[in-house]
């Protein structure tokens, strides 16, 4: 870890009525004393935010929704903006997660708008990024890598790059139990640095880019331990307050 703050996120994904939510921040809220300079991110689906952002009130847990609209407001059914985020109190916003890419067809140029709409709002984006397992036996993760991000940040102002989050997140790794190894996960997220660099060096040094994908207990630490890697965006193991807690501690 390096001197950046590290930042711990908990992507719920469908899961969990505002009952089990209330549940888990009960759960998990009575044992984060011990967290110290660390952030932490609970992103759980639309129905349940207003009562997580009552809950974790007056706590250091930030509230995040899983994906917002770029539009302010308009024709979009089914669609939720930016600012109907902040006015419940949400903080954070994970885009481009690659569910969204895949089963969504969520595209880049979408993204780039969803981007900057958000950090327009004062909503910190958490940014999601990664490649396919065909894509990295092909040798192009790099490539994938550098559009995808290429495309998000385009519109993004330099001044604002460092409150961005991003999150290499291997597609092979999400929910199939298999980790990247701290090396493949490092060298990726240094890449990304990297690209972010290009567009601004003093933002790269800020910017918080996390590992996601099988995050567990049992594997936290000796990624989290890693320089590079900042924090992580876990799926599954966030669901247990037990797990997350483990993983946040591993991280802090
Ligand atoms: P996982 O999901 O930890 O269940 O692999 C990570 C994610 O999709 O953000």
Redesign the pocket.
Known sequence: MSERTPYLAA?W?MQKTVEETEDFLDRFLGNIGDLQDTDIAICPPFTSLVAAVERCRRSPVRIAAQNMHEADSGAFTGEISASMLTSIGVEAVVLG?S?RRAIFAETDEALALKVVAALRADLQPILCVGESLEERSDGVTEDVLRRQLEAALEQVEASQLGSIVI?Y?PVW????GKTASPEQAEEAIGFARSVVAEKDSESAARIRILY????KPDNAEELLRREEIDGA?????SLDPADFLAICEAGS
């Open positions: 992507n994904k997660h569910e999150a997140e790794a999400i929910g199939t996601g994908g099988s995050v965006l876990v799926g599954g193991a």
